[in-house]
């Protein structure tokens, strides 16, 4: 969800729903706004859209030892000088700390695109807990120059793409990959319903806990799916996460794709995942009887919700338990829990269509 920091390496297309709960992706970071280049707002896909750029300033920090002071720059050059030349409150003097983040937004009909990467990131380095990691100028003397960079970059883009269509599946292209990388495709069936899922060994870990953690509401599994993370709109990234206590995070336990919505789509997405937990637990000596273990926080999606109780069913009648169908579907609807979020969100919709609910 937008909360106005935006930060690290991402790529995501906000709805236009979206737009209007985040104050058009409102960021808190001063950046000094560039655009609109060419570009249309009524265009269908959104590498069509009209672009523009926003240029982090950065922050001005005091170097006198234990001030610490933080304080915000202007926008422009000019008067970012005319702040360094004024001490601090302490007296100490101020310097710039620099950040050479680009936000780049693709307006198009459906919403925004956004990227929070680029070429100066990859020559700094992509954060990670130990700090930047590898700098792109590490990999050839040639890399120190951004532009160079952005074409490299795009040359790599390119060749990761299928020899059909963006949005077609190639079956030898997709055989030959599971070939070379044996165990991460856990689930997969290609036709009118196509639903793949993915999942490493790091990811399955997160989503069976030794200890759990009272304090915080941390314990449990959130899936949700993405809109518009692929080429094609209508194809879904479906994702159930864990939270990672050594991290301190929320990291997927378990990715699908989807080429669509519907509660057989999200079954095959949900069957994986309780296969998945099954079979860790196993192997770790737990017990796999308990329902809980398996509960879910979800959105508002009656697909998604029909898919999760029909793959809880299908699970447990392939572990041949004696249970009737009316218990284990009983038990599957006392697995889930709503998303505050999507429920504020879709609250927040519905209270501004003032044909629906009049004032």
């Known amino acids: 969800e937008w909360d106005g920091w935006p930060d690290g390496s991402f790529e995501r297309t906000y709805t236009n729903a979206e737009l209007k709960a985040t104050d058009n992706l409102a960021v808190n970071w001063v950046c000094e706004v560039a655009g609109p280049k060419s570009g249309s707002d009524e265009a269908e896909d959104w590498r069509n859209g009209r672009k523009s750029e926003r240029r982090c300033?950065?922050?001005?920090?005091?170097?006198?030892?234990?001030?610490?002071?933080?304080?915000?720059?202007?926008?422009?050059?000019?008067?970012?000088?005319?702040?360094?030349?004024?001490?601090?409150?302490?007296?100490?003097?101020?310097?710039?700390?620099?950040?050479?983040?680009?936000?780049?937004?693709?307006?198009?009909?459906?919403?925004?695109?956004?990227?929070?990467?680029?070429?100066?990131?990859?020559?700094?380095?992509?954060?990670?807990?130990?700090?930047?990691?590898?700098?792109?100028?590490?990999?050839?003397?040639?890399?120190?120059?951004?532009?160079?960079?952005?074409y490299e970059a795009k040359k790599v883009r390119r060749?990761?793409?299928?020899?059909?269509?963006?949005?077609?599946?190639?079956?030898?292209?997709?055989?030959q990959f599971c070939e070379v990388h044996p165990g991460l495709i856990v689930h997969s069936v290609i036709g009118v319903i196509t639903v793949i899922s993915m999942q490493q060994p790091l990811m399955l870990s997160e989503l069976v806990k030794e200890t759990r953690m009272d304090s915080e509401p941390v314990n449990g599994i959130v899936s949700d799916?993405?809109?518009?993370?692929?080429?094609?709109?209508?194809?879904?990234?479906?994702?159930?996460?864990?939270?990672?206590?050594?991290?301190?995070?929320?990291?997927?336990?378990?990715?699908?794709?989807?080429?669509?919505?519907?509660?057989?789509?999200?079954?095959?997405?949900?069957?994986?995942l309780f296969h998945s937990i099954a079979r860790?637990?196993?192997?770790?000596?737990?017990?796999?009887?308990?329902?809980?273990?398996?509960?879910?926080?979800?959105?508002?999606?009656?697909?998604?919700?029909n898919g999760f109780i029909d793959a809880f069913i299908e699970f447990r009648q392939n572990e041949g338990t004696t249970r009737s169908v009316d218990d284990l579907r009983s038990s599957a609807q006392g697995l889930l829990r709503g998303c505050r979020q999507h429920f504020n969100s879709g609250v927040t919709r519905l209270s501004r269509i003032g044909g629906v609910i009049p004032p």
């Open 57 to 150: 300033r950065g922050v001005l920090k005091c170097t006198s030892e234990g001030c610490g002071m933080v304080a915000r720059p202007q926008t422009r050059m000019a008067q970012i000088l005319k702040q360094l030349e004024k001490p601090c409150l302490c007296g100490g003097s101020l310097i710039r700390i620099e950040c050479r983040t680009v936000q780049k937004l693709y307006r198009f009909k459906h919403g925004i695109h956004y990227i929070h990467e680029g070429p100066a990131q990859l020559l700094v380095g992509i954060p990670t807990l130990q700090g930047p990691g590898r700098s792109a100028r590490e990999i050839s003397s040639i890399l120190v120059n951004k532009d160079r960079i952005t």
């Open 159 to 175: 060749g990761a793409q299928s020899s059909n269509a963006p949005d077609q599946l190639n079956i030898s292209e997709f055989a």
């Open 225 to 272: 799916a993405a809109h518009g993370y692929w080429v094609k709109r209508s194809d879904l990234l479906i994702i159930s996460s864990g939270y990672s206590l050594s991290l301190r995070c929320w990291i997927p336990g378990i990715m699908s794709y989807s080429n669509g919505a519907t509660s057989e789509h999200y079954r095959h997405h949900f069957l994986a």
């Open 280 to 305: 860790e637990r196993m192997r770790r000596g737990f017990d796999t009887s308990k329902d809980e273990e398996f509960g879910n926080v979800v959105d508002f999606s009656e697909a998604e919700r």
